[in-house]
């Protein structure tokens, strides 16, 4: 009796073999079969994912034969036919063609024996596949789980430039989630103007080999570029051969952040902010470089506040400061673009006015003169005037080097303060 009507084929497991015989369409096992093994007690559901069947073809089309069988059975189960008479070769070839895995006779004991033979075999190799496949996952599924731990930003990608994994702080750091990343390519993944530089560099990398590091901007999950430090390595198979990169990215944004606001600090006077001596000299010497080579004019002035130490010795220091800082800014400003000041030390600063002659130049500086003298320093209720010298000198190109002519200019700021103070002097 059958049992109750159900989506599953039914039938009858061969003993000693991972097989069964169907009976769905209510064919008995050929008594071949019978023979070589035992056969279950009654008919029963075959299980949802069984592995070898065995099925008479009875009555219907080979092609509506298999594609019944595999509607109910699936693509996975090895499928046997078996025929009532001879099966010669055009028959098994189109059986096979169809979908099915072997065939036989059904009163071919020898080959119903190798058909079930060749089952087993099978099911050992796929078994041993599956084994296989199952460690394969679990080792990396494990890899993933260690470098999804990790912080830093992790991927890698095959020898066409194409990812085949990354890190979810990959994932996070791009805005993209996994299914975005692999099967993609860099330009797929990352903002135009960047993605020619990475892909550039994975090149060059698969070209020379071995490791690769650089810095470069990338376009963060927030919206913003942010600065990074690219570690790459070529991927190698054991023959050697390059099968791709690994790459990982480190944020460097703050440190480079950090960094230029250290190399600002170590140019600018800690009081005034503006330049100090040591970067103007740096400056100087490419612009004047710059102006010779342009045939251009180039004029330099050394300017000191009048009176200085009496304003330290009747205000203070802390008035001082503020007479120093006040100063700073008002040339700072007024100077004029392309134009270069700086503190020199104490109450004395350096300015550099590239295409200007000495005539333009004392315009310039005359104007700054009296902007001092008119401007008024408080602090802490205290108020005053102060007023500044001015020595100017011309570079006299192919004659004298910077430090000559700012030497020349530091004589005419002495003719200037021993002539009565508030007032500019050329050089001779």
Known sequence: MLPAKSSL????????????????????????LVDICDLGIGIQEVPAHPFACFAGVDGESLSACVRRH?????????LVLVFNGSVLPPKATRAIEFGADDVCAAD?????????????????????????????DLERDHMQACIDNLPTPIFFKNERGIYVGCNKAFQDYMGLPASSIIGHTVHDVACGPYAS????????????GGTQVYEAMVHHADGLPRDILF???????????????????????????????????????????IFNRRRFFQLASERVAESLVQGRPVTLAVLDID????????????????VLCDVADLLDHGIGEGNLVARA?????FALLPGHDQSAASDVMERLRNDVAAMRVEDRGLELTVTISIGLAQLSAGEEDL?????????????????????????A
């Open 197 to 208: 530089v990475y892909h550039d560099a994975d090149l060059a990398l698969m070209k020379k």
């Open 231 to 273: 570690q790459k390595a070529v991927i190698t198979d054991r023959s050697g051969a390059a099968r791709g990169i690994a790459g990982a990215m480190l944020d460097i944004t703050e440190r480079k952040r950090l960094e230029a606001k250290l190399t600002d600090a170590a140019a600018r006077d800690p009081l005034t902010n």
């Open 345 to 349: 030390g104490g109450e004395e600063f």
């Open 9 to 32: 084929p039914v039938g009858q497991q061969m003993a000693g073999y991972d097989a069964w015989w169907l009976s769905s369409a209510g064919t008995a096992p050929p008594a071949a």
């Open 307 to 322: 009176h200085f130490k009496s304003v330290n010795d009747r205000y203070g220091h802390a008035m001082g400061d503020r």
């Open 403 to 427: 430090w000559a002519c700012l030497r020349r200019a530091d004589h005419a700021l002495y003719d200037a303060k021993h002539g009565g103070r508030n007032r500019l002097s050329l050089a």
């Open 108 to 136: 071919d004991r020898d080959g119903l024996t190798l058909a079930l033979a060749r089952a087993n075999r099978v099911n050992l190799e796929r078994r041993q596949t599956a084994a296989i496949h199952r460690a394969l």
């Open 70 to 78: 595999r509607s109910s059975l699936g693509d996975a189960a090895y």
